[in-house]
């Protein structure tokens, strides 16, 4: 990737009494404090490093004129922040900077790259051996969520600054990242062009293509089941690999163990998830997710399917997890977020020969749900939702997802699923 230099954007400034050499020592060891006060509050030493690294990145790539330096220009540092008269200047600077690190110029002839440069167009292509004339695309550098994470270390930095009482309020405070949600399309022109809200869904045969897949009688029944909750139960990744069996140590020691097969089939337990400062407010409010009785006529033979490939793979009685992998298949442990998603890809692939991911998969069967609802999007509050995420069913516009079509070829194999298969073979060829 190509390292993005604003060395266009120049700020006149006048002689300063203290050298610009004494500036940058100071810019220094306050960087250096600020990487140990980060340390003392229990920060890994591999986090400070990554921190200051790319605190350092910011200011050396932000130059500014300097008549008291010897080349003229120099790069921008903490004393000029900190300037009563010229701060302000200076974090707009590091504003215009944010565009510089979301988004780069690429032509389409020879697809060279370049920094992006807003203040003036480019109509010749600067490499050589091309000269292309107007063939520069606008294409994402960065992510959203990627520049969030940039520019929150240096707003942390200054409010370090605050609290020592080396500045009067933080000068970041007015920059805004916008949101990490935003995503990018490709216009006709070729540019890359940024969505800041919709709701991205795929196309509502997808959804009807994956429920004839669920119920077909050679369907691999963890794929099933997996698509089922997605679909119906509309449970998330973390949700999916924390649903627990309910056995007789975690509800009554007195009851059978028969009884607690029985309840395999009538419901699962999902812990709900711990309240903390990030999160303040309960999303789903029961802690069983029940099988519908009228489903069990189909859903039954495929949930004695998954038991019996299950029972092949835990090695350890007390797994309580209802999906299970080689890497929890001795200890009480859910799969891991890749584990889910690779279902989804395997089935997915099969069904439509194209890849799509869990969480869309999941926003079209939301989209589905609103549309078919009195309540709008009232209703998803009892499916896993909060208020202000199923409001956006309401008003947001829709975006259509494509599948895609040649994926990379992990998780569209699974060992466990083999093993299952040759077992499942020879017993019938018994």
């Known amino acids: 990737m190509n390292e993005v230099n604003p060395s266009e954007i120049e700020v006149e400034t006048h002689a300063h009494q203290v050298p610009w050499e004494e500036r940058f ?18 920060c890994s030493v591999e986090g400070t490093i990554r921190r200051k690294a790319e605190l350092q990145t910011i200011f050396r790539r932000i130059e500014i004129a300097d008549s008291t330096h010897p080349s003229g220009r120099r790069q921008l540092l903490v004393w000029d922040l900190l300037n009563p008269s010229r701060g302000s200047h200076y974090v707009n600077l590091i ?27 480019i109509e010749r292509c600067s490499n050589g051996d091309c000269g292309a004339i107007n063939s520069y695309i606008r294409i994402r550098r960065l992510t959203r969520g990627s ?24 000068p970041l405070t007015t920059i805004v990242c916008g949101g990490s949600k935003a995503f990018t399309i490709r216009n006709e022109r070729g540019e890359m062009v940024e969505i800041a809200r919709a709701i991205r869904r795929y196309d509502d045969s997808v959804v009807e293509k994956h429920c004839a897949y669920i119920v077909a009688p050679d369907t691999d029944p963890e794929e099933a089941l997996v698509l ?32 607690s097969h029985a309840r395999q089939f009538e419901y699962l337990e999902l812990p709900l998830r711990q309240l903390f400062r990030g999160r303040r407010s309960v999303i789903r409010e029961e802690s069983k997710i029940m099988f519908p009785r009228k489903a069990l006529v189909w859903l039954r033979p495929i949930l004695e399917r998954y038991y019996e490939k299950r029972a ?3 090695k350890v009685a007390h797994q309580q997890h ?3 992998g080689e890497g929890n298949a001795r200890c009480h442990k859910p799969v891991t977020k890749i584990h889910v998603g690779d279902v989804v890809r395997r089935a997915s692939f099969r069904v439509l020969g194209g890849v799509v991911t869990a969480s869309g998969l999941r926003n079209t069967a939301a989209d589905i749900v609103v549309q078919h609802s009195d309540c709008r999007g009232a209703i998803l509050t009892r499916m896993g939702y909060s208020e202000l995420a199923a409001i956006r069913f309401n008003y947001l516009e829709r975006f259509s997802l494509q599948t895609n079509k040649s994926p990379r070829r992990r998780g569209l194999t699974n060992r466990a699923t083999k093993q299952w298969r ?9």
Not at 158 to 165: E, Q, T, V
């Open 422 to 430: 040759l077992l499942r073979s020879a017993k019938r060829e018994q």
């Open 147 to 170: 520049l969030v994470t940039v520019t929150s270390h240096l707003r942390t930095f200054f409010d370090w600054a605050k609290l020592r009482g080396l500045v009067t309020s933080n």
């Open 312 to 314: 092949t793979i835990v």
């Open 25 to 42: 020592e100071d810019h220094e060891n306050k960087i250096e404090e600020y990487m140990q006060n980060c340390i003392f509050r229990g």
């Open 95 to 121: 504003a215009k900077y944010q565009e510089a690190m979301l988004w780069q110029l690429e032509c389409k002839e020879c697809h060279k790259r370049i920094p992006l440069e807003s203040q003036r167009s």
């Open 228 to 259: 089922y909750f997605i679909i119906f139960h509309l449970l998330t990744n973390w949700e999916l690999r924390n649903l627990r069996i309910p056995s007789p140590a975690r509800d009554d020691p007195h009851v059978p163990l028969t009884s």
């Open 322 to 324: 209802f999906l299970v």
